[in-house]
Structure formats: structure tokens, C-alpha cells
């Protein structure tokens, strides 16, 4: 009967300690370790466009789109894509815009060893910087996923975990209609918002066609757009968030 009651009080325990770690690795407002940036507390009416998974063979017209109303973002890029992209990362630079980290492989980095996060992590700054940026870029995680190993790992190089605080992709019905994602964006957006579009692939042709009627309403409405780094350097970044 003792070794009945053990054995259930250590499955309880690991049941517990299973669905603590589902709800952290996909969390939007806490992390172990580091800074987590979503949004910037600011009143000033400053918000940041970020694109993720590029460059790829669709970068030059969004590229064109951000040229054509003078606005500046930034772009979430995976290594491998920049090796077989190089010449779209380096005009990504060359335009005023700001490279950020999304890993070098695109895999999720939850239960992943620290030698193999550290490879994701620095071979693709290696890449950024070989395209011109000079700044030491942004990591955001595949999917926004993390754990332990990850934050960790990016708390002793003094950099944040960032994620975003508005997707109108995350939604299937409304992902498919431009109209629909600029409505998602504005019934949402407020100052220091992060909005994460996902414009880089070939499927997402509402989102590219969203994009220019997207810029257009935020200014509209008072809005500037900016990058990342100059969203946070605006006011500071926020507190770190710990669990």
C-alpha cells in the first residue's frame, strides 16, 4: 500500500511538473531567466512591424511596399534562408531596416541541448553580420517556444526573449482575408505594440496584400512605425518577466 501511495504522490507530481512546463514554453507573459519583451510600455504612439521567417523570393516586395510610405521594420530571419538569400538580407540592411534572430534551422528549441541552441543562436548572428548589420540582432524563438535551456542561454549574453502582442496570423479565418487582419491590428494595437506579420512565404498572399492598407491606417490613426530597437530604445525596455 506505501509503495501504491509513492508511485501515485510521483506520478501526481510529474503530471504536475508536465503541464507547468506546457503552459511556460508557450507562455506569452512569463519565462525562466532574461528579459521578455511582447510590448513597450510607452505613451508615445510608437510601434514596431516585425516580419518573420524570410528573406526569401517574396522579401523585395514587401520591401517595396515599406519603400513606397518611408516606413522602417523589422525583419525576423532564419540563417538558412539568409545562405540561400544573401543579396534580400543585405538589401534589408541597406534599406534602414533592422535584422533580427529566429534561429538557424527554424526547429523548435524546447528540449533541445545548450550546444545546439548556442549554434542556432550564433551562426545566424554570424550570418546577420555578414550581410551588414552591425548590431548584435533580436532573438526571437520558432513559434515563440522556449523553455529553460534557451532563456538561459540568452540571459548570459544580455539579450531578451521577443515575442509579440499582436498576430492576426495565429487565426485561420482571419489570416486569409487582408481586410480581416488590418481590422485585428487596429481593434488591438496600442503604444509600444509588437505586430508580427508573416508575409515571407508564398501562401501568405493576404498578408503582402494587407500590408500597404496596414501602414496606411496605424498613420491614421497617430501611429509612427518604427524598428524594434528603436521602439525599445524610445523609452527603455520593459522589466524582465520571471515565473
Known amino acids: 500500500m506505501r509503495i501504491l501511495l509513492r508511485a501515485a504522490v510521483l506520478v501526481t507530481i510529474f503530471v504536475a511538473l508536465a503541464a507547468g512546463a506546457w503552459r511556460l514554453h508557450k507562455s506569452r507573459t512569463h519565462q525562466l531567466f532574461t528579459e521578455l519583451v511582447t510590448r513597450v510600455e510607452t505613451s508615445d504612439s510608437l510601434v514596431a512591424l516585425t516580419f518573420d521567417d524570410g528573406p526569401s523570393s517574396h522579401t523585395d516586395s514587401v520591401l517595396a511596399i515599406l519603400a513606397s510610405r518611408d516606413a522602417r521594420a523589422t525583419f525576423f530571419v532564419v540563417g538558412a534562408a539568409i545562405e540561400s538569400n544573401p543579396n534580400d538580407a543585405r538589401r534589408i540592411v541597406d534599406q534602414g531596416h533592422e535584422l533580427g534572430n529566429h534561429s538557424y ?61 499582436l498576430e492576426p496570423d495565429s487565426y485561420p479565418e482571419i489570416a486569409a482575408s487582408p481586410d480581416r487582419i488590418i481590422e485585428q491590428v487596429m481593434d488591438g494595437v496600442r503604444p509600444g505594440s509588437v505586430i508580427l506579420l508573416h508575409t515571407e512565404t508564398a501562401a501568405r498572399v493576404a498578408q503582402r496584400a494587407a500590408l500597404g492598407q496596414l501602414i496606411d491606417r496605424l498613420r491614421s490613426e497617430g501611429y509612427r512605425l518604427t524598428t524594434l530597437r528603436q521602439l525599445l530604445s524610445s523609452q527603455g525596455s520593459p522589466p524582465a518577466a520571471h515565473f
Do not use: A, M, N
Open 105 to 165: 534551422s527554424h526547429q523548435r528549441l524546447v528540449l533541445r541541448g545548450p550546444s545546439f541552441v548556442r549554434g542556432e543562436i550564433s551562426s545566424t548572428d554570424s550570418l546577420i553580420h555578414s550581410v551588414g548589420q552591425v548590431e548584435q540582432p533580436f532573438f526571437r524563438p520558432p513559434y515563440g517556444k522556449r523553455l529553460v535551456v534557451l532563456p538561459w542561454i540568452l540571459s548570459r549574453q544580455g539579450r531578451p526573449v521577443v515575442l509579440w502582442d
